[in-house]
């Protein structure tokens, strides 16, 4: 199912007034353990798989990509990314993570932001990317955390008082489709486990490189307060995997 909520003008309107989406990536808290986990971007041709605003897009020309193909499901998301960056090495694309088809070995690095939980079959997404790289390409992304996505709610458990006692999770090995409350909408994403992760990338033919389910660094506390939640339970999994060789 390829929903598109984001270009809902009350749920677009609402998104934008996130932090994250007007403060870009010095606002988005798992940024730098994302940046991190990427390769040397200079002269890489880079694939960016539910771009948004375009903040990976440009931060990857910042670094020296080559180019850099861009792709949402939202019209409204990259128009908005279309107004933000005057770069003809950026192509912007509309079309679904779900469809995308592309010659064998015409990436270095494949990126993705906080998308491939909105998508059915990540199984065959992972082959998909690993037929797009060249050997020895990258695959980075980032995900809402399985432990964060078992339960619809994806709240917490609240005492008489108010007080946060814990997190649920329950339905984890459950996995398919979920109807999240998210900014005052339905939304619909996809819980799998971190199993599943991590089988459907080996199974496509990667390997994997680096993990990370993000616990907050003091830097990040320092900045963000809010943030100690994350000590409580994950809310990101980041994931870099490679393409050591053919399937």
């Known amino acids: 199912m390829k ?8 749920f677009f309107d609402r998104y ?8 870009g990536l010095d606002a988005a808290g798992e940024w730098p ?6 390769p040397p971007l200079d002269g890489k041709r880079v694939l960016d798989l539910g771009c948004g605003y375009g903040w990976h897009a440009r931060y990857a020309r910042e670094q020296g990509a080559a180019s850099v193909l861009a792709i949402d499901l939202s019209e409204k998301m990259l128009e908005r990314a279309r107004e933000l960056t005057d770069d003809p090495a950026i192509d912007f694309r509309r079309g679904a993570i779900e469809d995308i088809a592309f010659l064998p070995g015409e990436f270095d690095v494949v990126l993705s ?17 690993h037929d797009a790289l060249a050997d020895g390409g990258s695959f980075v992304f980032s995900v809402e955390h399985p432990i964060f996505t ?9 005492g008489t008082n108010g007080e946060k006692l814990h997190w649920p999770v329950d339905r ?8 999240a409350r998210f900014l005052g909408s339905d939304v619909i994403k996809y819980h799998r486990t971190v199993s599943t992760y991590l089988n459907a990338l080996l199974a496509a033919g990667f390997s994997i490189r680096q993990l990370s389910e993000l616990a907050p660094t003091a830097e ?4 963000n307060p809010a943030w100690a939640e994350e000590a409580r339970r994950p809310m990101f999994f980041l994931i870099a995997a490679d ?5």
């Open 113 to 129: 932001s906080l998308a491939f939980h909105y998508v059915g079959d990540f199984a065959a997404a992972a082959v998909k990317v």
């Open 150 to 158: 078992a339960l619809p709610a994806q709240d917490w458990q609240y």
């Open 3 to 10: 929903e598109n909520k984001y270009d809902d003008p009350e």
């Open 172 to 179: 984890y090995h459950d996995q398919g489709l979920r109807s």
């Open 33 to 38: 353990a994302l940046r991190a986990m990427l």
């Open 220 to 223: 990040m506390l320092e900045r």
């Open 243 to 247: 393409k050591t060789g053919r399937r």
């Open 16 to 23: 934008s007034r996130m932090p994250r989406s007007q403060g």
